[in-house]
Nanobody, 126 residues
Framework: QVQLVESGGQSVQSGGSLRLSCATS????????LGWWRQAPGKEREGISC????????DPTSYIGSRFIVSRDNAKDAVHLQINNLKPEDTAIYYC???????????????????WGQGTQVTVSS
């Protein structure tokens, strides 16, 4: 059974940092790309970054700026998301998802991801 399980979300104050993790199982980790997304209350899901399965030059693709730093741990079949200088507008549920394409697109599309984790809540207070 393919599973993605996010962890690390919590309530923090503005200016702090968090490291989220996504543990995967049930599929060959190196055969797929992975992405991080978030969804704030009342808003559409927003792409944060995408790892292609090739891991080549230009990987990962970042969509929303340098405060969000992603890493991939091939030994542990996991990906991580470090968020620095957290702001109240970062409050959202954060998801990881399995990417079905080859190279990550310039514009993120949730339709290109076939399996999603349950999400982890990040709440940032001012």
């Amino acid at each position: 059974q393919v599973q993605l399980v996010e962890s690390g979300g919590q309530s923090v104050q503005s200016g702090g940092s968090l490291r989220l993790s996504c543990a995967t199982s049930g599929f060959s980790f190196n055969d797929y790309g992975l992405g991080w997304w978030r969804q704030a209350p009342g808003k559409e899901r927003e792409g944060i970054s995408c790892f292609s399965k090739t891991g080549g030059i230009g990987d990962p693709t970042s969509y929303i700026g340098s405060r969000f730093i992603v890493s991939r741990d091939n030994a542990k079949d996991a990906v991580h998301l470090q968020i620095n200088n957290l702001k109240p507008e970062d409050t959202a549920i954060y998801y990881c998802a399995r990417y079905t394409g080859y190279y990550c697109p310039a514009v993120p599309s949730p339709a290109l991801y076939d399996v999603w984790g349950q999400g982890t809540q990040v709440t940032v207070s001012s």
